[in-house]
């Protein structure tokens, strides 16, 4: 089967139910999208399938036939996505673990939602945890990045 | 100077993307984006003032970390450091993370130690040092005084002649030099860096997902594994059945991993490791063995049990390790005794990153990545485990996706190392989240009874405290079933409450689990119990509970913790009491700012509430209020949570503010949400779906965090956050319902909504 992963045609023949999550870790060493949980649970794993957010962990390789996947690795070339502006003015990583799969479930829903309310922001990056704690910066970089017209995007 | 930061975090990004690129084999490059640029030491050349030094000819100045990277920005706080008294470019400065060898001393990052307890000094002194060598190489260079001229940002400037010449030319002759003495420190007032806030050294790699942490880190022809551990502590396997295992495509070998004899201490549990081509076979793999395991001691444990075994311990006199005054006369005569118990359950470390190591096994040497907290710990423990000598174990550190005290211990790295040896080639093992809730070393379960008696006045008169609460020892000598001292020192021994007529007594409390240390340690049930009864019996004396506390503190004073009646002397933390006093005056201001930055007192709509607990630990002050809103069905919501920390000094505020903001929300999962229970020897928690820690939508809308600059000696950061804000919660919700938490996690008390407030309390 054939589906793209950050804009580069990939061919995969391997096991159909092998997760995404492993097919990126293990096979292309794209380690950017972090294994957490394994069950869809903590959202660690998130990337984008055709532009929305998915976990990669619950995703099996055969549903991904003709699609697009975009990981962090491929968010932006020079690392520089409104998002991830907004996430290094407000220096909001601490370990750093569960922020690549952060800022991928932001992007998706500013894409969707420009102008999010604090609702809709909680909702959606409810799906992301934090172990050590970032949320309140987490929300404000979601802010500032759609203040910066993130949703032209 | 964000600029310059934002370029030099870039460059960094660039000449790792350079290595990336320039290396051939998938699993070289991983490891090679990480280890850049010289970690095994200095290049050919190099001038190497300290071991935390090197400057190169071409004056590269690199920096070693020699402590964990954690989330607590201990990597960029020792190179702000270092670059301030070096006066180097901090844009350009370059950061080699240590592997684990004595020569750095400890390196164990835990306790909070990393800055408090050597690191700032031994970094101060080193930059310090090599930056006058440098003026001096510039003086004698142009013939003029030393005192005439001075390092700035990696140039020494004679600002007479406005001559100046970069490190590079200077290191030959600076090289040469005699080491200075004294070496004479910046003042406070010349700090650059030092107090400042700048963006974290490793911020562009994780925004790009280039940072390398334990899950990430590989090698060429690497192996991967997962290890079906026993369920229950104690248990081995007894026989089992691989062949449906070996089945599963990419699956090429099933090892038994020999278990340790309990008490196991840092060594693996042992059980069935699989032994694949990707991590997903090897996952599959461990799902088709069929094992038997054999019996074991904790076959039996079982929280619900337990708990009522821990009240019976509690509510019977226990050893005696606190005794001032007459506590039982005391209380006997007092005008109103208030009693209560509190309990607090296990807990999951649960680090967003699971436990992982890499491991290349050849001859007797072995060599390791992984996301360890304790480097030589894990050397130790591999050569002990493989039997191979310890100088030939190289422990590479790479970044951890959280630790709070479960990366300590190097069982995982073992593992990788065992079974690298029994393959003959690198093996990554990957603890899946199942592992690490089932088979970590949980966090202490305590049962505390309390009870006071006040005076006619509401003063306290008399304290009983005891605690049944198994002990971290319990994890590496048997027979140990009570509390210890450097335990009760987390709270219960060092409370700073003046009463006159004090005892406290340690039950008897056998641990059916590994036991490990969890962010902030005993002061997570300690605290909790001790400043939720300060709130019952501030209520009791009719007292707001701010000005109960203030009161129970007493007046500014340093308290001698030599005649607080203890049976053996109060730990500190590793400090001096001398150097490091429990300090009144800093209690009180941490509590007053909560107060005041808080609106305490204000008048809040019927179902919400605020709390308040202060705690001293790592030798740091922390006062919090919550602010809580009870719903009809019991749920908590949390407009606001105040925190003030006086630490001393802030190396780098941002990042003690952002420590503060995550120990608030890792405090409110303990306190709300988080759980690990047992039954049949077996966790009934296994993953994040049952395993529950707080997410942005449970999280306060509004966290304040209040430093407060006292420039008092170092304190530490990373732990002290955690203590005071469960018992606040707890208090809020009191003050909220009229109901008292003295059980965590709050999980579904508050289901039946708010009960009538009763009267006496606000
Ligand atoms: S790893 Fe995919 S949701 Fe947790
Ligand atoms: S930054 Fe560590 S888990 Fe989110």
């Known amino acids: 089967m054939r589906l793209t992963i950050n804009g580069t045609p990939r061919t995969y023949d391997g096991d159909p139910a092998q997760p995404l999550l492993w097919y990126l870790r293990d096979e292309l060493q794209l380690t950017g999208t972090k294994f957490g949980c394994g069950i869809s649970a903590c959202g660690a794993c998130t990337v984008h399938v055709n532009g929305a957010a998915v976990q990669a962990c619950v995703t099996p390789m055969k549903a991904l036939a003709g699609k697009k996947v975009t990981t962090i690795e491929g968010l932006s070339a020079a690392g520089d996505h409104p998002v991830q502006k907004a996430w290094a003015a407000a220096n909001v990583p601490q370990c750093g673990y569960c922020q690549t799969g952060q800022m991928m479930a932001a992007a998706a829903l500013l894409k969707e939602t420009p102008r999010p309310t604090d609702a809709e922001i909680d909702k959606a990056m409810s799906a992301v945890l934090c172990r050590c704690g970032t949320y309140q910066r987490i929300r404000a970089a979601v802010k500032d990045a759609a203040a910066s017209g993130m949703g032209g995007r | 100077m964000t600029t310059t930061m934002e370029r030099r975090a870039f460059i960094g990004t660039l000449a790792k993307a350079g290595l990336v690129l320039a290396a051939t084999s998938a699993g070289v490059r991983r490891l090679e984006a990480f280890e850049l640029p010289h970690e095994h030491g200095p290049l050919a050349g190099e001038w190497e003032p300290s071991v935390f030094l090197r400057i190169a000819d071409d004056g590269t100045v690199t920096v070693t970390c020699h402590r964990s990277e954690m989330g607590q920005g201990v990597r960029t706080a020792l190179v702000m450091v270092m670059a301030d008294e070096l006066e180097a470019d901090y844009a350009t400065i370059q950061l ?61 400037v004679h600002a007479a002649s406005g001559r100046s010449l970069p490190f590079a030319r200077l290191v030959a002759r600076a090289r040469t030099l005699p080491v200075p003495q004294p070496v004479v420190l910046k003042q406070p007032s010349q700090f650059r860096l030092i107090g400042k806030d700048v963006p974290g050294y490793d911020l562009r790699n994780v925004l790009t997902g280039k940072a390398v942490f334990g899950q990430d880190a590989s090698m060429p022809g690497m192996k991967y594994a997962v290890v079906l551990h026993p369920p229950v502590y104690g248990s081995k396997v007894a026989k089992y059945d691989a062949a449906a295992a070996l089945k599963v495509k990419g699956v090429e070998k099933v090892i038994e991993i020999p278990g340790a004899p309990m008490p196991s201490a840092f060594l693996p549990l042992g059980g069935l490791a699989v032994v694949a081509t990707s991590t997903w076979a090897a996952i599959e793999g461990r799902r088709k063995l069929v094992v038997t395991w054999g019996a074991s001691p904790n076959d039996s444990y079982d929280s619900v049990a337990y708990r009522a075994e821990l009240e019976a311990s509690a509510r019977a006199e226990g050893k005696k390790v606190r005794d001032l005054g007459d506590a039982g006369g005391a209380l006997a005569g007092a005008a109103r005794k208030v009693e209560a118990e509190y309990y607090a359950p296990h807990l999951a470390h649960a680090p967003m990153e699971p436990p992982a190591a890499v491991a290349k096994v050849t001859g007797d040497a072995c060599e390791t990545w992984t996301c360890t907290q304790n480097p030589q710990a894990s050397r130790d423990t591999i050569a002990a485990f493989l039997k191979i000598p310890k100088e030939k174990v190289t422990v590479h550190v790479t970044l951890l996706g959280g630790g709070f005290g479960r990366k300590s211990k190097p069982d995982y790295a073992c593992e990788a190392a065992f079974l690298s040896r029994e393959t003959g080639a690198p093996v990554k093992v990957v603890w899946t989240r199942e592992d690490d809730i089932q088979n970590g070393f949980p966090h202490t379960v305590s049962l505390q009874r309390l009870e006071a008696g006040l005076d006619a006045s509401g003063k306290i008169v008399a304290w009983r405290h005891r605690i049944a609460s198994p002990p971290i020892s319990s994890v590496f000598a048997p027979n140990q079933e009570y509390h210890t001292d450097s335990e009760l020192s987390l709270g219960v021994l060092d409370m700073p409450y003046e009463v006159p007529n004090v005892r406290v007594e340690v039950c008897k409390a056998p641990a ?161 949400t988080s759980e690990l229970t047992y039954k049949n020897g077996r966790t009934v928690q296994s993953n994040y779906n049952n395993y529950q820690v707080l997410r942005m939508s449970q999280a306060p809308k509004h966290t304040a965090v209040h430093l407060v600059h006292s420039g008092g000696p170092l304190g530490g950061v990373g732990e002290p956050g955690v203590p005071p804000v469960a018992p606040a919660l707890a208090n809020a919700i009191f003050a909220a319902t009229g109901k008292r938490i003295r059980s965590l996690p709050v999980g579904r008390q508050l289901a039946g909504g708010p009960v009538a407030v009763p009267a006496g309390s606000r």
């Open chain 2, 512 to 672: 059916h689990s590994r036991i490990g240390w969890y962010r902030s340690v005993s002061n997570v049930p300690q605290a909790f119990a001790i400043s939720c009864f300060m709130d019952e019996l501030a209520h009791a004396a009719g007292k707001d509970p701010v000005e109960f506390l203030l009161a129970a503190l007493g007046p500014e004073r340093v308290l001698d913790m030599t005649k607080t009646g203890t049976v053996n002397p109060v730990g500190n933390y590793g400090a001096k009491w001398e150097e490091h006093p429990n300090d009144i005056a800093r209690h009180r201001r941490v509590l007053q700012t909560v107060a005041k930055e808080s609106g305490w007192g204000k008048k809040l709509p019927r179902g919400e509430g605020m709390g308040v607990a202060v705690h001293r630990s790592f030798l740091t002050y922390v006062a919090s209020v919550v602010h809580v809103k009870v719903g009809p069905k019991g749920e908590v919501t949390i407009p606001r949570v105040d925190i003030a920390m006086d630490c001393g000094y802030a190396v780098h505020p941002d990042r003690v503010r952002s420590q503060c903001e995550g120990a608030v929300i890792m405090s409110l999962s303990n306190a709300l």
């Open chain 2, 96 to 156: 080699d993370q240590g592997i684990g060898d004595n020569k750095y001393g400890d390196q164990n990052t835990d306790g909070s130690t990393s800055i408090r307890s050597g690191s700032y000094m031994k970094f101060r002194n080193a930059g310090a040092a090599a930056r006058m060598m440098l003026e001096q190489a510039a003086a004698a260079e142009w013939g003029v005084d030393a005192s005439a001229v001075a390092a700035r940002s990696g140039t020494v």
